[in-house]
């Protein structure tokens, strides 16, 4: 908030408790007859309007009905939705490789490559570049031979979801495969 919407926002609460204060005055004095001075009616209502105007700024925000966005194409504080925005760039990559191997092997195995590369180094310690035989034993055939080549088989093109599926089992073996 700018200094001059609050100085704003305090010349509205005492204007606005100034008034209410007026007709509580007036209608107390006319209708009750009591003699309670202007004043004491001005602090106290205007107790209950600051009080009204701290209690919404320190409010918690409203609980939204879902905390996670499906929206694909929504930019929210300039930033692409999150938590699922790295699924949907795999996605949007996944649907391009269709038919396509150059693209699969030029985008997506290196990636994937990175991804057991790092399991390897984390996990057993070793590099693809720097132990092959090794890591080759940990990959095994079908793995190593995807990674090298970038197919599943003797087919020179993008591996299936089923294939892919399989490729993505024997990765996750390899994290169980420790040491």
Do not use: C, N
């Not at 001075?37 to 600051?50: C, H, N, Q, R, S």
């Not at 034993?137 to 990674?147: K, Q, T």
């Amino acid at each position: 908030m700018t200094p001059r919407r609050t100085v704003r926002q305090a010349l509205v609460a005492v204007a606005l408790s100034a008034a209410v204060a007026g007709i509580l005055y007036a209608a107390s004095g006319a209708v009750f007859g009591w003699k309670i001075p202007y004043l004491l009616y001005f602090v106290v209502v205007l107790a209950v309007v600051a009080g009204r105007q701290v209690a919404a700024a320190v409010a918690t925000p409203p609980v939204l009905e879902s905390p996670i966005r499906e929206d694909t194409e929504v930019r929210a504080y300039g930033v692409l939705d999150r938590p699922f925005a790295e699924v949907r760039r795999w996605e949007d990559r996944f649907e391009l490789i269709h038919g396509d191997p150059a693209y699969f092997r030029r985008t997506v195995l290196p990636e994937i490559t990175a991804v057991v590369d790092e399991r390897l180094r984390t996990a057993h310690g070793i590099s693809r570049a720097r132990d092959p035989e090794r890591a080759q034993e940990l990959l095994g055939p079908r793995l190593w031979e995807f990674l090298e080549t970038g197919s599943v088989g003797q087919r020179a093109r993008a591996p299936s979801p089923a294939e892919l599926t399989l490729i993505v089992k024997e990765m996750e073996d390899l994290w169980l495969r420790q040491h």
